[in-house]
Nanobody, 118 residues
């Protein structure tokens, strides 16, 4: 079955960096776009970044452009989210999803908590 397992979240000070990753299994990884979403307390889940199947196209939410970078390794079946210059408002549970570039994600991981606080 399709599985997506995130790791790499944590507590970081404002201005710091984190690089969560997501390992996928149960489907042909290289055939699908991948994405990262996040959900903060009391807010709806929002798309943060998405990447095409080959990695040649990406898109980002306006709030993270210039600070976050999504990438993928089609040999390791892994998608990454490099997060730099983190702000308190980036605090959320981050989820990776299959799909998400041309349509909403259809399978989700369990999420990894990112907390930005001094």
């Amino acid at each position: 079955q399709v599985q997506l397992v995130e790791s790499g979240g944590g507590l970081v000070q404002p201005g710091g960096s984190l690089r969560p990753s997501c390992v996928a299994s149960g489907f042909t990884f290289r055939n699908y776009s991948l994405s990262w979403y996040r959900q903060a307390p009391g807010k709806e889940r929002e798309l943060v970044a998405a990447i095409g199947s080959t990695g040649s196209i990406t898109k980002y939410a306006d709030s993270v452009k210039g600070r976050f970078t999504i990438s993928r390794d089609n040999v390791k079946n892994t998608v990454y989210l490099q997060m730099n210059n983190l702000k308190a408002e980036d605090t959320a549970v981050y989820y990776c999803a299959r799909g998400g570039y041309f349509s909403a994600g259809d399978y989700w991981g369990q999420g990894t908590q990112v907390t930005v606080s001094s």
